[in-house]
């Protein structure tokens, strides 16, 4: 007589309650952890480095711009794998058929579709925007037993290199860029709380400080395995930074790429990457000190003194005198 016909199995109790969790335990879905912050986070460079690192883990990139999400996406970014373009090869998951397939009214179910494909128990969507998550969480299954397990990484670089940088790129004052990081983590945080969404914040410092110690933790989070050494032939991922990809494939192999687009995207991309690459390595920073020495005193007021940012950054871990210290002038 086998289990399954059984008088023991046929009776409700403690056989057939762990055969339901075994099977439910097989459909289990992937884990879909979800990068909030804002720009010039780290959140492409983290993203990959879990990807290489980390055993089942697998960084996706903004599929916001993937899905043309309305409001959030960039039209000529975005729309395919990044790595694999700029190698110069087709990519067997990101394909044109997966997105006509997909859609941003079932982003769990893209989650789902995109773990099978790249064989992960985790993914990891680099979106970032706090509007994507929530429009996720809104519209996932209401079937507890289908339900997703969803987590948050928040991505953060301190506030006066982020308003540095967004003043590098935009132009605008470095008042409204104070403003912005404020507004963003407490959005990124107010949202994890409210859903009851387990989250880890990763502070680009000290990623970039040490990798390593950064990517324990990340491993410990997920509760999937490190790897020793880095495995970058599997990465896969949409859009991201220009300068992210320089580490992987090296700065000679990116240039080339950049020349090779059509006039419009060219000078788009060359525009992109103008402050940064100067800091372009084959090899990661040590370090992250462009910020250093670089403001007087009046102008690290100004993001200082906007209202709520301080605060913010102390619950986020910094520092804040220390960082003032780093980034204002002798004498300024």
């Avoid at 004052?173 to 983590?185: C, F, H, N, Q, V």
């Avoid at 995207?265 to 084959?282: C, I, P, T």
Wanted: hydrophobic share 35%.
């Amino acid at each position: 007589m086998d289990a399954e016909t059984s008088p023991a199995s046929a009776r409700p109790g403690r056989s057939a309650n762990l055969r339901s969790r075994f099977h439910k335990a097989q459909d289990r879905p992937p884990a879909s952890v979800f990068v909030v912050g804002t720009l010039f986070s780290g959140s492409t460079l983290i993203g990959r480095d879990l990807t290489t690192r980390v055993r089942k883990a697998h960084y996706v990139g903004e599929l916001n711009n993937f899905t043309q999400f309305p409001g959030f996406s960039h039209r000529e970014s975005g729309r395919a794998c990044g790595p694999c373009s700029l190698l110069g090869r087709q990519c067997r998951h990101f394909t044109d058929a997966l997105r006509e397939r997909v859609s941003y009214d079932d982003i769990l179910g893209m989650h789902e579709q995109l773990a099978q494909s790249l064989d992960a128990s985790a993914i990891i969507d680099g979106s970032k925007y706090v509007a994507w998550l929530r429009h996720a969480l809104d519209r996932r299954s209401g079937d507890p037993g289908h339900r997703a397990r969803v987590s948050v990484l928040v991505t953060v670089r301190n506030p006066i290199a982020f308003a540095i940088s967004h003043r590098n790129r935009t132009g605008e004052p470095l008042w409204r860029a104070a403003g912005i990081w404020r507004d963003t983590y407490v959005d990124a945080l107010r949202t994890a709380n409210t859903h009851g969404l387990p989250s880890l914040v990763v502070r680009y410092e000290d990623h970039m400080a040490d990798p390593g110690r950064s990517l324990e933790r990340l491993s410990g989070y997920l509760h999937l395995p490190l790897e020793d050494e880095p495995d970058t032939t599997r990465l896969h991922d949409t859009g991201g930074n220009w300068s992210s990809f320089v580490p992987y494939v090296g700065r000679e192999q990116l240039e080339r790429h950049i020349e090779r687009l059509h006039d419009d995207g060219r000078e788009a991309a060359r525009e992109f990457v103008k402050h940064a690459r100067e800091y372009w390595d084959d090899q990661k920073p040590k370090e992250d000190t462009r910020w250093h020495r670089s403001l007087d005193a009046g102008e690290a007021n100004a993001i200082l003194s906007t209202p709520g940012l301080a605060d913010m950054a102390s619950l986020l871990g910094y520092n804040v005198a220390e960082v003032v210290h780093l980034a204002v002038r002798p004498g300024g």
